[in-house]
Structures are given as C-alpha cells and as structure tokens.
C-alpha cells in the first residue's frame, strides 16, 4: 500500500481545508520528513484523518467508555463524528492510496449537520469510495465498502495502526513494566487477546459445568417419592375412595331426582291454578264487555253523519269570519277618512317653513362676503408665522451644535496634551524594560524549560520516596509468597491422598447404571400392576353402564311407537276440522255482513205510512227484525268458535306430540351415540388390559420375577426388593458424593498451589523490577537537577538587573509578557498622540468660529418671529367680530340645510295627503264588498243546520254522539271491534290450557319415582344428608387423588433429572479436560502459550532491524518458568562475548534504538500475506536521545527510504527538525485555530 495524498476540512483544530499531496511540491522528492508543531495544535490530527477515511474510527478513541453524553450534540464518547470542529457546518477526511490490484483509490469520511448550518443537529457519517485510474464496479454502502478497502490494503484498522503508525513509544513502556502489565502491553501491540479470552472462556465454561452438576443433583435431592409400600396403600386407599364415592353419588341422584319429581309436580299443579283463574277473568271480561258492544253499533251510526256535521260546522265558521270582516272594514274606513284630515294641515305647515327659509339665506349674503375676505388675510398671516417659528428652531438647533462641537473639540485637544505628557514621563521612568522586549522570547522559553524541570524534579523525588516504599513491600511481599507456596504444596499432597481413597471406595459406573436401571424397572412394575387392578374394576363399571343404556334405549323406542298412533289420529282429523271452522267462519262473516247492510238499507228506504217494498206492510217493525238478525248471527259466532277451539286444541296436541317426538328423536340419537362410544371404549379396555396383562408377565419374567394371579402377594415382593434396591442406591450416591467432593478438593488445592506459584514468581519479579526503577530514577534526578541550574544562570543574566525578586513571583512568565506588553502598548499610543495632536488643535479653532456664526443667524430669525406673531393677533381679533367667530362655510351649510330640510317636508306632505285620499277610497270599498260577503254566508249556515237536524232525526241521534263519534274516528272504531273478539278469543284459549294442564298433572302423577328417603327423616333432610357424605367422599378421592399425581410427576422428574445428569457429565467432560489443559480466571495459560511464540517471531523481525542500528546488541527471551519471565526480554551484547543483560541496565538513547527496532518488527509482522506498506509514521519519542544516537535513528529512517518507503516523523525536537530538511508546520492561530504549512530547509 502506498499513499498518495491527504485530504481533510474542519477537523478538530484544522479549520477549513487542508492537503498533503506526496505525488507533488516539495513532499514528492522528500523521503523523510517531520510533521511539527507545538502540543495540541493537531499534529496527530492528520493520523487520524487517514484512520477515518480508511476504517472510519479515530485511534485516540479505542479506550473511550461506550455511553454517556460528551457534547451538546448528545454524542458518546466513542463516536468518530465528535472530531467535527464546534461552530463549521461540515467536515471530510479522504485518502488517496494504491490498492493491490495496482489502481489508484479515493476513500473519503464525511459528516455534516443539517442543512450544512453551524447549529444543524448532527447527521450520520457516511463513507465514499471512488477509482481515480479505472471504472470497477464500486460498493456504495459504509459496509461494503470497509470490506473493499481492506481487501485492498490486506490490513484492518489494528493490523494498520500498527504497521504504519509505528508504536516504539508503548514498546518503551513495556520494557519498562512488570510481567503482567508486560503481558497486557503485548496483548495491545499484536492482537492476541483473543487467546486470553479463550483461556477465560474455558475456565468459565468448566465452572458452568460443575454448577449445572451440582444444581441438577441438589434438583434430585429436592424430590420426595414415595416408597413402592407406601404407594401401594396409597393404590389400596384410592380404589376404596373410588367406590365409596360412586355409592354415594348414586343415593344422591336416587334422592334428586324424586325431589325434582315433586318440585316439577308442584310447578304443574301452580300452572293448573294459574290457566283456571284466567279463565275465570276472561269469561267475567267478556260478560262486562256488552255495554261496549251496544255503544260500538251507535258509534258506527253516527260515523255516517260526520260529513253533514263537518259541513254545517264549516259553514258557521265562514259566516263568523264573515261577520268580523265588516266590522275590521268599517274600522278601516273611519281611520282613512281622519288620516286625511292630518295629512292635509301637515302641508300647509310645511309651505310656511319653506318661506321662511329661503327669506334667512336672503338677510346673511353681506356678511358672509365680508369674512370670506378677512379669512383669507389671516390664512396668509399664519403662514408667515410657522415659517418664521421654523426658521427660528432650526438657528437654535444649529447654534446649539456648534456650541457642542466647539466644547468636544477643545476637550480632546486638552486630553491629548495631557495624554502625551504622561506617556512620555511613563517610558522615561521604565527604559529598562525595552531590552527586555527585545529578548523576550528567549526568555520566557527559559522559564518554560525552568518550570517544568522543577516540576520534574519534584515528580522525580516523589517517584523516588515512592520507589522506596515500594522496594520494602516488595521485599516483605515475597517472603510472603514464598512462605504460601510451601503451606500449598502440603494441601495439595494431602488432597490428592483423599482422592485416591474415594476412588478406591466408589462404585464403577456400570455397578450403579445396574442398579439405577433395576430400581426403575421395578419400580415401573409395582406401579403397572396398580394401575392394571384398578383396570380391572374401570372395566366392570364401564360394562354395567353399558347395559344400563341398552334398556334406555329400547324404552324411548317403545314410547316413541304410542306417540306415533295419537299422532296418525289427529292429522287424518285435522283437514275435516279445518274445513268445518273456516265454513262456519264465513257463514257467520256474511250473516252480520248482510245484517248491517239490511238494515241501513230498509231505514233509508222505508217512508211511515208508505207500502214496504219487501212485505207491502205500511207498518214497519224494524226493531223486530234486528232482533232476528242480531240472535242469528250469535249463533254463527258461537258455532264458529267451538269449531275454532277443537281446531286449535288438535293442531296444539299435534305440535306436542311432535316437540316431544323431536325431543325423543334428539335423547335417543345422544343414548346411542354415547352407546356406541361406550362399546368402542369398552373395547379398547379390554384390549389394553389383556396386553397390559402380558406386558406385566414379560417383565416380571424378565427381572427373575414370577408372575402371580394373586396381586397382593406380587405388590408385597416387588416392595420388598425395591426397598434394598433403595438401599443400595443411597449407599453409592454416598460414594460417588464422596469422590466427586474429593476431587474437587484436589482441582482446589491444585489451582490454590499454582495460584500460590504465580504469585511467588510475580513478587520476585517486582522486586527486580523495583530495585532497576529505584537506581533509574536517581540518575535521572542527577540530570535534570544539573539541567536546572544551568537555566537559572541563563535568567539571572537577563533578569536580576531588572527585577532582583523574579525567583519570588508566582509566574515570572505572566509577569514578563505584562510588562513588556505594557511598554508596548504605551509607546503605540504616544506615537498615536503625537500624530493627531495638529490636526485636534485646528478642529478647536474651526468649531469656535462656527458657534460666532450661529448665534447671529439665531437672533435675526427670533425678531422676524415677533413681528410675525404681532400681524397675525390683529387680523383674528378682526375676524372675531364677524359671524360671531363661526366660518363662513359653516353659516352657509346650515343655511342650505335648513332651505334643504323645509323643501323636503313641504314634498313628504304633499305626498302623505294623496295617498291619505287613496287609503280612504279602498276602505270605502272594502267594506260594501264585506257587507255582501256576510249576507251569502248567513244563507249557507242556515241551510246546512236544516239538514243536519233533518238527519239527526231520522237517526235518533244528538249532536254531542255525532261529535264524538267524530273525535273517536274510523280506526278507534276498528281497534275496539278488535278488542271485543279479542275477548273472545281468550275465553277460548284459557279453556283449552286448562285442559292441557289438567291432562299434563295426570301425566306427571303416573311416572312417580321409588322413594328412596330413609325412615324418620324428610326429603329434604335426606337430600342434605346425602350431599355431605357425597361432598366428603369426593374430597377424600381428590386429596389421594392428588396424592398419587404429585407422586407419578416425582418419579417422572427424577428419571429425568437422572438421564440429564448423565447427559451433562459427557457433555461437560470436553469442557472439564480443556480447562485443566489451557482454562484459568485469568486467561494467563493459554495466552502466555501464544504470547511467547508472538514474542519469539517478534524479537526475530526486530533483531533484523536492530542490526542495522545497533550490531552490538541482540535480542532474546528471558529463561524460566513462570508467566512472568518468559515476558522478559534480555540483550545479548555481542561485544562482550555473548553476555546477556536486562533493558534495564541501557542506556536512553539504546532503549530507544531497541522500542524503534520493536516497533519496525511489529510493522512487518502485521503487514504479512504479501502485503506491502509504503507510508511509516513515528510518533515521537525522539526526546532521550543524544546526538549520536539520533544520527542512527536518522540513518535507520533513510535506509528504511531507500527501501521505497516514505517516513514521516512527529516531534518536538529541535535537532530532529534541523536534520529534516522537508517539514508540515501546523501553528496555531487565534480561536482555536491551527494552520498547515509545507517548508523547506
């Protein structure tokens, strides 16, 4: 991989856009070159723009917590987009690089708020990838396209932190660290914690195991199953249960079901009282309903003379109408007639206000001339006023400013003097500080310098008291450790002493799966066997049932057939009943039919003293003939009902024959599904209890068992044997208890004796390590404290002839920088003063004569005013005097109002008097058209009252019955002739249910049940008795009930429990031997393994580049045994024959030359499968080095550029960035702000 270009906008502290393009300027031919730039500037920026271009993740955040808000934008810690710069609408990172196929790629990272506004929310991050020499086809998805670059590049994010970011500074840190931290380090540096988690993983794993084992057998121990003896009592007591409680619900149903019978007797005997009392109301309802009748014929009478009343009654209300016209016409009429008498004095007095009018606008014409003239003077006087006020304001305003300005201009120029005085007199006293401006930025860099090595020094003694204490503990710690170790290794003989004793004692795993297996065969024998006995006795129930049904069914047969003949007998009578009440229907319809038309007929016909046209009597009976009629037609109704009422009692029987038959059908249908069921159930009863049979022979065989008819005697011997099987089982689970706790003792005491190991070579290794940092921080100390005093002379040289105090200020640099800005900024402003001092003195001048010029043209402007103002108060005194002050075009308006009012009455008057006359005129007609109108109605109502009392008189009828037959209406009249037969109706029915219910009470009589009730007690008392003892033999069966479920799911869960404990042993024995291999809490075993072999093919890729740096030196793995010195890393010095010693004991500039040869072999490690990298970065750590070794570290970059690869080194070290000739400069600007800048030497 090599990069071509780094492309970046709003970025941390890089505002805007930046570019660093390798392909041109001055970077093209630079092999090496340094990226610089104070702390926090944004050196490291430029990194991490490669990291999220490429991999979109930012290095500085790999430790940072997961949640919680850093930002207002409600980021977490961990989120990439929080490099956007505060207050930019939007921000890239981009990279150009060569991929592995040869083509040039463009990766770009981008985020941007919304709408690209500085105070949008935060959008998602997206990902771009584009080919600058090709056309492939291109993920477009943030996913896809990580996936495409690191098929490009060969490396992931870690793989290329490490190969291109080189990490010689945490390889300082791990020379320096103890054997765990040295652990952690290299964990960090090459990838390889995953072996530490799989170590943890398969303790965790182990541990897993042995709780599911424990949980399981605690599970087993938690189940209380009953013994084969106690089961089968608890088998006995059930059975027992059983029959007791099916003896008692028979009684009780026996005792139910007769006091059902009496309850449904009672209920037919309630219904009997109930239909005859309503025949009784019925029968009285139809006695009292003749009066009804008798009313219903005259109504229907009157009915026929509704019309004529209607008409007379129309009539007399027109003739009323009539009458109350006339007299609102002759009202009407004498209203006119006055109404013109008022109309005409109005007008004359409307003409006269008219005259007088027009004489008032005549007399007020010479005045109205004469202040016309004097208003138009007095308009021109008060023009001449404001415009004189306005002149007069505007001299005063313009005075008032120059009188201002002249005050301001002759201040400054006061203020100016004095300014320029003090400021000359200030720098005169302090002369001595302009030297100080001149070194002023050597100085405060030796301040710097002086501050922070005290403050090292002070770090450095701290360190040292530390270092100290610590070298006591350690030393404390390892007599310690070494004093556990030996107490360890005794538990741990003695454990493993037990261990093999309870192996000896344990039963082998076939003697207890022997067991085990006999126990629960057995067990399910015993319990098969009770179950086949209670079989047996559900079989004989389920046969007797069977017959029971049988019976039910031949007698609903039986009553089925006698239903059937009543039914055959009624429907051959039924169509002659029907015909026979539908004929006798009719002849009754039409005999009253022909009734009510005859006689209506015969009384409008008949004349007294005339012939009959029917008999030719001239005597005409007709009270007689209704008579006649009315007794006929009672004795149609009569017999029409009785046909009726044996019709309905028929069709009745025949709907209960046919509900009862569906009833029957519907029982019979249910009795012979139920039958059939029972017969296949009965079957399959037998079929299972013959095989459960033969099933229990064959493993009773099997198990040396004999089989015997007598089951008792079976139950006694299979309890027998279960229970010494029981005894066996709870002696081997004691031995196997017994095992498994010993070797859990010795797992234990092993891990205990190995921890106690780790820990003895661990506090003898921090010894070493204590003692090497204790001698290191000293002659550290030695240096900087020699470092410190040279500062102090370079400052007193500058400072003590100025300040004699320095040493004493809290911050010589504050100080410094104050004073030699306030020489500044003082001598700017006199040099400001001085400049502006002649052009102050001639604005002074200029002003003054301004405010002379002003104040003239005020006063002249003030004398044109008075004069104005005197003109103006002669002309309104004048005009006062005229019109009594008004204007003349408000005299003229009203004027012309009132000439305007006075001819518009004098119009309305005139207006109001014809059409009084017209008003008058239609009055008159209106009332001769009313008096004829009364006349005609009069003529109409009197004729209509002669006919009315013509037919009322032949009716023997009076108005109020023809009125009120009216009110009543047709509809009235029907719904009471409905009424009435209604009546009659229910006579009729209540009859027949009285019949019904009397048949259905003889019914129920001849079915009445045996009486079961026992002597001295009642039915009641009975039923109660029986329900109790019924309630309490079903609790006892549901409590044995229970009893023997609880039981049957205990057995069935420890068989269970016991396979799943089996099952769990093999599964757990893999997980077991690997945690015994490679497992441990801590993953130190399985990663120690893999870590030494990392370090070995480390230290071989380093050694290669250590050659070229430092030939004397050699790098080797420490020997040993422990965790601890296996991480050690030793120097071979090959100047020395051979002889090894610990980094420790190097030199600054040697350990900086090794971390680098560590680091550059990481590098190669990671790139690895082919993979090529063409870019390095070293991030400081140039600091210790002195002039020689940093000529090799140089040199080691340059030979590092003739091999094809470009070096870019970030430093603070001045000699570093002298050697570089090519440098990106990133200085820091106001706001934040950094800049980047290319330079050469």
């Given at each position: 991989m090599r990069i071509l270009s780094i492309h970046g906008k709003n970025l941390a502290s890089l505002a805007g856009e930046f570019s660093l393009d390798f392909r041109q300027g001055p970077l093209a031919d630079a092999g090496i070159f340094a990226i610089t730039g104070p702390t926090g500037a944004g050196k490291s920026t430029l990194l991490d723009a490669m990291c999220l271009a490429l991999f979109d993740s930012l290095p500085r955040l790999d430790d940072a917590p997961r949640s919680g808000e850093s930002t207002q934008d409600g980021l977490s810690p961990s989120d990439p987009r929080g490099i956007l710069r505060h207050g930019t609408g939007d921000g890239y990172a981009a990279i150009e690089f060569v991929g592995r196929d040869g083509h040039t790629y463009r990766s770009e990272w981008s985020v941007q708020r919304a709408r690209k506004r500085p105070d949008?929310?935060?959008?998602?991050?997206?990902?771009?990838?584009?080919?600058?020499?090709?056309?492939?086809?291109?993920?477009?998805?943030?996913?896809?396209?990580?996936?495409?670059?690191?098929?490009?590049?060969?490396?992931?994010?870690?793989?290329?932190?490490?190969a291109v970011v080189l990490a010689q500074g945490e390889f300082e840190a791990f020379i320096k660290a103890s054997g765990d931290e040295r652990a952690q380090l290299l964990e960090k540096l090459t990838g390889t914690a995953i072996y530490t988690r799989i170590g943890q993983l398969a303790f965790e794993k182990a541990s897993e195991v042995k709780k599911t084992y424990q949980l399981i057998e605690q599970q087993i121990t938690a189940r209380d199953c009953l013994d084969p003896t106690d089961r089968a009592d608890l088998e006995e007591q059930y059975a027992a249960a059983q029959n007791a409680f099916a003896a008692s619900s028979a009684h009780l149903q026996a005792l139910q079901t007769l006091q059902t019978w009496h309850a449904k007797r009672a209920e037919h005997a309630t219904r009997l009282e109930q239909a005859r009392k309503t025949l009784a109301d019925a029968e009285t309802a139809q006695a009292n309903a003749a009066p009804r009748r008798a009313a219903l014929n005259r109504n229907r009478h009157a009915l026929a003379l509704v019309d004529v009343w209607q008409n007379n009654l129309d009539a007399k209300q027109e003739s009323e109408k009539a009458d109350a016209a006339l007299e609102q016409s002759r009202v009407a009429e004498q209203e006119a007639l006055v109404s013109v008498r008022n109309a005409r004095q109005k007008q004359a007095d409307a003409v006269s206000a008219l005259t007088q009018a027009q004489q008032q606008q005549k007399e007020a014409a010479p005045q109205l001339a004469a202040a016309r003239t004097v208003d138009q003077a007095l308009e021109t006087a008060r023009t001449a006023c404001a415009t004189a006020h306005k002149t007069f304001n505007a001299r005063t305003d313009e005075n008032t400013r120059a009188q201002k300005q002249a005050q301001q201009a002759t201040?400054?120029?006061?203020?100016?003097?004095?300014?320029?005085?003090?400021?000359?007199?200030?720098?005169?006293?302090?002369?001595?500080?302009?030297?100080?401006?001149?070194?002023?930025?050597?100085?405060?860099?030796?301040?710097?310098?002086?501050?922070?090595?005290?403050?090292?020094?002070?770090?450095?003694?701290?360190?040292?008291?530390?270092?100290?204490?610590?070298?006591?503990k350690a030393q404390a710690a390892t007599d310690t450790a070494q004093q556990h170790q030996t107490e360890a290794e005794a538990s741990l003989q003695q454990a493993a002493h037990t261990l093999a004793t309870a192996r000896n004692n344990a039963p082998s795993a076939r003697q207890r799966d022997a067991v085990y297996e006999e126990y629960a065969a057995l067990s399910k024998i015993a319990q098969d066997n009770t179950v086949l006995q209670k079989d047996l006795s559900f079989?004989?129930?389920?046969?007797?049932?069977?017959?029971?049904?049988?019976?039910?069914?031949?007698?609903?047969?039986?009553?089925?057939?006698?239903?059937?003949?009543?039914?055959?007998?009624?429907?051959?009578?039924?169509?002659?009943?029907?015909?026979?009440?539908?004929?006798?229907?009719?002849?009754?319809?039409?005999?009253?039919?022909?009734?009510?038309?005859?006689?209506?007929?015969?009384?409008?016909a008949l004349t007294p003293g005339a012939p009959c046209p029917v008999c030719g009597a001239t005597e005409h009976h007709l009270a007689s003939l209704t008579t006649v009629l009315d007794?006929?037609?009672?004795?149609?109704?009569?017999?029409?009902?009785?046909?009726?009422?044996?019709?309905?009692?028929?069709?009745?029987?025949?709907?209960?024959?046919?509900?009862?038959?569906?009833?029957?059908?519907?029982?019979?249908?249910?009795?012979?599904?139920?039958?059939?069921?029972?017969?296949?159930?009965?079957?399959?009863?037998?079929?299972?209890?013959?095989?459960?049979?033969?099933?229990?022979?064959?493993?009773?065989?099997?198990?040396?068992?004999?089989?015997?008819?007598?089951?008792?005697?079976?139950?006694?011997?299979?309890?027998?044997?279960?229970?010494?099987?029981?005894?066996?089982?709870?002696?081997?689970?004691?031995?196997?208890?017994?095992?498994?706790?010993?070797?859990?003792?010795?797992?234990?005491?092993?891990?205990?004796?190995?921890e106690r190991c780790t820990h003895a070579d661990h506090a003898a290794e921090c010894l070493r390590t204590t003692q090497s940092a204790c001698k290191t921080t000293q002659d550290t100390l030695k240096t900087e404290t020699h470092r410190l005093e040279e500062q102090d002379r370079f400052l007193a040289g500058r400072l003590d002839t100025i300040a004699p105090d320095w040493r004493s200020l809290p911050n010589p640099g504050q100080w410094l920088a104050h004073k030699t800005a306030e020489w500044r900024d003082r001598n700017t402003r006199l040099q400001a003063v001085t400049t502006e001092l002649p052009g102050l003195t001639a604005e002074a001048a200029r002003t003054a004569q301004a405010n002379l010029t002003t104040q003239q043209q005020r006063d002249d402007a003030q004398k044109a005013l008075t004069q104005a103002q005197t003109d103006l108060s002669e002309l309104e005194q004048k005009r006062a005097a005229l019109l009594d002050g008004r204007s003349v075009d408000t005299v003229e308006n009203a004027l012309a109002e009132a000439m305007q009012t006075a001819t518009e009455q004098e119009k309305q008057a005139r207006d109001l008097h014809e059409n009084a006359k017209l008003s008058a005129a239609k009055a008159h007609t209106l009332h001769q058209e009313a008096e004829r109108t009364v006349t005609s109605t009069g003529e109409k109502q009197a004729a209509c009252l002669r006919i009315l009392n013509e037919r009322l008189a032949a009716s023997s009828l009076t108005r109020e019955e023809v009125e009120q037959a009216s009110s009543l209406g047709v509809g009235y009249l029907e719904d009471e002739q409905k009424s009435l037969d209604t009546l009659e109706k229910s006579v009729t029915t209540a009859q027949a249910t009285v019949t019904t219910h009397e048949r259905l009470l003889n019914d129920h009589d001849a079915t009445r049940p045996t009486d079961p009730t026992p002597e001295g007690l009642s039915l009641e008392e009975a039923v109660k008795h029986a329900a109790d003892k019924t309630g309490q033999a079903?609790?006892?069966?549901?409590?044995?009930?229970?009893?023997?479920?609880?039981?049957?799911?205990?057995?069935?869960?420890?068989?269970?429990?016991?396979?799943?404990?089996?099952?769990?042993?093999?599964?757990?024995?893999?997980?077991?031997?690997?945690?015994?291999?490679?497992?441990?809490?801590?993953?130190?075993?399985?990663?120690?393994?893999?870590?030494?072999l990392t370090l070995d093919r480390l230290l071989g890729f380093a050694n290669e580049k250590l050659a070229g740096l430092k030939p004397r030196y050699t790098l080797q793995r420490a020997g040993g045994d422990t965790p601890d010195s296996t991480m050690l890393i030793e120097v071979v010095d090959n100047d020395m024959a051979g002889q090894t010693r610990g980094l420790h004991n190097l030199s600054g500039g040697e350990r900086f030359l090794v971390s680098l040869s560590l680091a550059l072999g990481l590098s190669e490690m990671s790139c690895g499968h082919g993979v090529r990298i063409e870019s390095l970065f070293i991030d400081e750590g140039f600091g210790s080095l002195d002039s020689a070794s940093l000529g090799q570290a140089i040199a080691l970059l340059e030979d590092l550029h003739a091999q094809g690869r470009r070096v870019g080194v970030i430093s603070h070290v001045e000699e570093l960035k002298e050697r570089i000739s090519t440098k990106v400069e990133i200085t820091p600007a106001a706001n934040g702000r950094s800049t980047l800048n290319i330079t050469t030497d």
């Open positions: 949008g929310s935060l959008q998602l991050s997206k990902m771009a990838l584009t080919c600058l020499d090709a056309n492939p086809a291109l993920p477009d998805k943030k996913k896809d396209i990580k996936e495409y670059i690191l098929k490009q590049i060969g490396l992931n994010d870690q793989q290329f932190r490490r201040a400054a120029l006061g203020n100016a003097q004095t300014l320029q005085a003090d400021l000359q007199k200030w720098l005169r006293t302090n002369q001595p500080l302009e030297r100080l401006v001149h070194d002023e930025h050597d100085i405060i860099n030796a301040l710097a310098t002086r501050d922070a090595l005290h403050k090292n020094i002070e770090a450095l003694q701290s360190t040292l008291a530390e270092q100290t204490e610590e070298l006591a079989l004989g129930q389920t046969r007797q049932e069977h017959k029971t049904l049988q019976a039910d069914i031949a007698r609903l047969a039986d009553e089925r057939q006698t239903r059937q003949k009543e039914r055959e007998h009624a429907e051959q009578a039924l169509p002659e009943l029907r015909i026979r009440a539908e004929e006798k229907r009719k002849a009754a319809t039409r005999l009253a039919a022909a009734m009510d038309g005859t006689v209506l007929a015969l009384r409008e007794d006929a037609v009672t004795q149609a109704r009569a017999e029409a009902a009785e046909t009726e009422q044996t019709l309905r009692t028929t069709e009745q029987r025949l709907s209960e024959l046919n509900a009862q038959d569906s009833a029957a059908s519907t029982l019979r249908k249910q009795m012979e599904s139920q039958q059939q069921s029972l017969s296949q159930r009965l079957a399959e009863h037998e079929n299972a209890y013959a095989r459960a049979t033969t099933a229990l022979h064959e493993a009773l065989r099997t198990w040396s068992e004999a089989p015997d008819p007598d089951a008792e005697a079976l139950t006694r011997r299979l309890r027998a044997r279960l229970e010494r099987l029981s005894q066996n089982k709870t002696a081997m689970a004691q031995a196997q208890e017994d095992l498994d706790r010993a070797d859990k003792a010795e797992r234990e005491a092993r891990a205990t004796h190995k079903e609790t006892t069966l549901q409590d044995l009930e229970f009893r023997r479920r609880q039981d049957d799911e205990a057995r069935g869960q420890t068989e269970k429990l016991l396979t799943e404990l089996e099952q769990a042993r093999q599964k757990g024995r893999v997980w077991e031997e690997l945690n015994d291999l490679l497992g441990d809490a801590k993953g130190k075993t399985l990663r120690g393994f893999a870590q030494n």
